[in-house]
């Protein structure tokens, strides 16, 4: 089983400082070959290209309304203009893909060049709602949540047959998006319709990022909208089940991945999807919860925490590198790196990016490179390359107290990768702002018939172990405050 490194990009932005450095615009389907260059050096493995779709203008019209939005649109970049800004690429007008970018033809020509590259292509699905200028609005009325006469969270949309009171799109924790409008799957017509919406854009790409995947669920659609009841309510089985299924049925390999919280990600797992954010681990990290990280992980199965995607940051969190020192960004970034499952890396990120840039802008502000981070991220993604993280077999392990009395093994997290045997990779990192201990207990097929020799892979150090002792006494380890290492294993008799 491969474990993917998925890049987020912002399409807008990204397209925006192309066309600006090569003094012409750029399309989809005229991206320098030196991208692609670059992914691929890096080892990402898929692209996901956030917001390609077609947005409206009562959506950009709402994008200038909100204060909120025109406070962040200040604190991002000082010197917007309306022009910077369109409508949210989570309110969908059309998936198609906006003119500006090149259209269908230019994504499908940006698609072949990855592949050409060994990468594959991430698009958005937004299932839970669409943007107020789609046009199912006015000519398909019927497939929303509504309500038989005006309610707070409501708008009116005029039809033949009268005025439709239909609802904003919302996450019940919060005020409606009120430049969206709620799709009503206790309906068979609309879930019918979104499907095959999705088998359309499966057909463009290889997997898609579900946008707040859970909202869809049976029981989270019973719950949110029970102050919108409808007659002849129709929830006989789970969307996402049916639609995963029906996809694959024709892409066996297509890639589901599903932007889920509120602990109802295994749920979603268990439906079909690849893999789900993995929130939870990143609020333990940026919260600096140290001991909380290894007790939640190794807590876990090992085949949910390999059906997680894992991150520092993406487009809806804080940039990570204006939460985290540069001493604790390298070992959350390698715990990251070298767990299983999907890898997700945010555009600017690896640059030390620190300015959160809404997803409403076109237009970001320039951020000079931070150098240590730059190579901090060449480094790790370079050795990864070089060993089996990501590939073959993986085994979490529960570090061990060094000595009685020493409880620094709770900051460690390790994962041994093998990919072909006897070698094999361990990845070891402490949390803590203090030097740790600990003894790792190896798994390896006739460790002790072996004599080993240890190359770390991010520091080139060399060390040499007797293989009796490391499978009665595991390895002992004692690393830095935020120590971070790769060790390639090598039976050297």
Same mark, same amino acid.
């Given at each position: 089983?491969?474990?993917?490194?998925?890049?987020?990009?912002?399409?807008?932005?990204?397209?925006?400082?192309?066309?600006?450095?090569?003094?012409?615009?750029?399309?989809? @389907?005229?991206?320098?070959?030196?991208?692609?260059?670059?992914?691929?050096?890096?080892?990402?493995?898929?692209?996901?290209?956030?917001?390609?779709?077609?947005?409206?203008?009562?959506?950009?019209?709402?994008?200038?309304?909100?204060? !909120?939005?025109?406070? #962040?649109?200040?604190?991002?970049l000082p010197d917007?203009?309306?022009?910077?800004?369109?409508?949210?690429?989570y309110a969908i007008?059309?998936?198609?893909?906006?003119?500006?970018? !090149?259209?269908?033809?230019?994504? %499908?020509? &940006?698609?072949?060049?990855?592949?050409?590259?060994?990468?594959?292509?991430?698009?958005?699905?937004?299932?839970?709602?669409?943007?107020?200028?789609?046009?199912?609005?006015?000519?398909?009325?019927?497939?929303?949540?509504?309500?038989?006469?005006?309610? /707070?969270?409501?708008?009116?949309?005029? #039809?033949?047959? @009268?005025?439709?009171?239909?609802?904003? @799109?919302?996450? /019940? *924790?919060?005020?409606?998006?009120?430049?969206?409008?709620?799709?009503?799957?206790?309906?068979?017509?609309?879930?019918?319709?979104?499907?095959?919406?999705?088998? !359309?854009? %499966?057909?463009?790409?290889? !997997?898609?990022?579900?946008?707040?995947?859970?909202?869809?669920?049976?029981?989270?659609?019973?719950?949110?909208?029970?102050? *919108?009841?409808?007659?002849?309510?129709?929830?006989?089985?789970?969307?996402?089940?049916? %639609?995963?299924?029906?996809?694959?049925?024709?892409?066996?390999? *297509?890639?589901?991945?599903?932007?889920?919280?509120?602990?109802?990600?295994?749920?979603?797992?268990?439906?079909?999807?690849?893999?789900?954010?993995?929130?939870?681990?990143?609020?333990?990290?940026?919260?600096?919860?140290?001991?909380?990280?290894?007790?939640?992980?190794?807590?876990? /199965?090992?085949?949910?925490? %390999?059906?997680?995607?894992?991150?520092?940051?993406?487009?809806?969190?804080?940039?990570?590198?204006?939460?985290?020192?540069?001493?604790?960004?390298?070992?959350?970034?390698?715990?990251?790196? @070298?767990?299983?499952?999907?890898? &997700?890396?945010?555009?600017?990120?690896?640059?030390?990016?620190?300015?959160?840039?809404?997803?409403?802008?076109?237009?970001?502000?320039?951020?000079?490179?931070?150098?240590?981070?730059?190579?901090?991220?060449?480094?790790?993604?370079? #050795?990864?390359?070089?060993?089996?993280?990501?590939?073959?077999?993986?085994h979490l392990l529960?570090?061990? #107290?060094?000595?009685?009395?020493?409880?620094?093994?709770?900051? &460690?997290?390790?994962?041994?990768?093998?990919?072909?045997? /006897?070698?094999?990779?361990?990845?070891?990192?402490?949390?803590?702002?203090?030097?740790?201990?600990?003894?790792?207990?190896?798994?390896?097929?006739?460790?002790?018939?072996?004599?080993?020799?240890?190359?770390?892979?991010?520091?080139?150090?060399?060390?040499?172990?007797?293989?009796?002792?490391?499978?009665?006494?595991?390895?002992?380890?004692?690393?830095?405050?935020?120590?971070?290492?790769?060790?390639?294993?090598?039976?050297?008799?």
């Open positions: 089983m491969s474990h993917p490194i998925l890049y987020e990009i912002n399409t807008r932005c990204w397209l925006h400082d192309l066309s600006a450095q090569a003094g012409k615009r750029i399309k989809l @389907g005229t991206v320098p070959e030196a991208e692609f260059n670059r992914w691929r050096d890096l080892g990402f493995t898929h692209i996901w290209l956030m917001g390609v779709w077609t947005t409206g203008s009562l959506s950009h019209k709402q994008a200038l309304k909100e204060p !909120g939005l025109l406070q #962040a649109y200040s604190e991002a917007w203009k309306e022009s910077d800004v369109c409508g949210s690429p007008a059309d998936y198609k893909v906006a003119r500006e970018f !090149g259209g269908d033809a230019g994504l %499908a020509k &940006f698609r072949a060049k990855l592949h050409t590259h060994g990468i594959k292509l991430i698009l958005d699905f937004v299932g839970n709602h669409l943007g107020l200028d789609h046009h199912w609005v006015k000519k398909r009325p019927e497939m929303f949540v509504q309500s038989a006469s005006e309610v /707070p969270g409501t708008f009116a949309q005029e #039809a033949a047959e @009268g005025v439709h009171w239909l609802a904003y @799109g919302k996450d /019940p *924790f919060f005020a409606p998006w009120m430049d969206t409008v709620q799709l009503d799957y206790r309906k068979p017509d609309t879930r019918a319709a979104m499907l095959e919406l999705l088998q !359309g854009i %499966a057909k463009r790409c290889d !997997g898609v990022r579900c946008d707040m995947a859970m909202l869809m669920l049976n029981q989270v659609i019973a719950q949110t909208w029970s102050a *919108f009841p409808v007659t002849n309510e129709f929830l006989p089985s789970e969307f996402w089940q049916d %639609a995963i299924t029906a996809v694959r049925q024709t892409q066996a390999d *297509f890639l589901f991945l599903a932007e889920a919280y509120w602990n109802l990600e295994g749920r979603l797992q268990e439906l079909g999807f690849d893999y789900t954010y993995a929130k939870v681990l990143y609020d333990k990290i940026i919260h600096r919860e140290t001991a909380s990280v290894q007790n939640h992980l190794l807590g876990a /199965p090992a085949e949910y925490v %390999a059906a997680s995607a894992h991150f520092l940051e993406n487009h809806d969190e804080p940039r990570v590198a204006a939460l985290l020192s540069i001493e604790e960004h390298c070992p959350a970034a390698l715990l990251m790196l @070298g767990l299983p499952g999907l890898r &997700f890396l945010h555009e600017g990120q690896l640059n030390g990016a620190r300015v959160k840039i809404p997803v409403q802008l076109a237009r970001r502000p320039y951020e000079p490179v931070q150098p240590e981070i730059q190579s901090m991220y060449e480094r790790l993604l370079r #050795a990864l390359k070089e060993s089996s993280v990501g590939q073959g077999s993986f529960r570090p061990a #107290a060094a000595w009685a009395g020493n409880s620094t093994n709770e900051n &460690f997290f390790i994962v041994q990768w093998q990919a072909q045997p /006897p070698e094999f990779d361990l990845v070891v990192v402490n949390l803590a702002p203090y030097r740790s201990q600990c003894h790792a207990p190896l798994r390896a097929t006739n460790l002790a018939g072996h004599n080993w020799s240890l190359r770390d892979l991010l520091s080139m150090e060399t060390h040499d172990r007797v293989g009796s002792d490391l499978a009665t006494q595991g390895l002992y380890l004692e690393l830095p405050a935020h120590g971070a290492q790769v060790f390639h294993f090598s039976p050297v008799n």
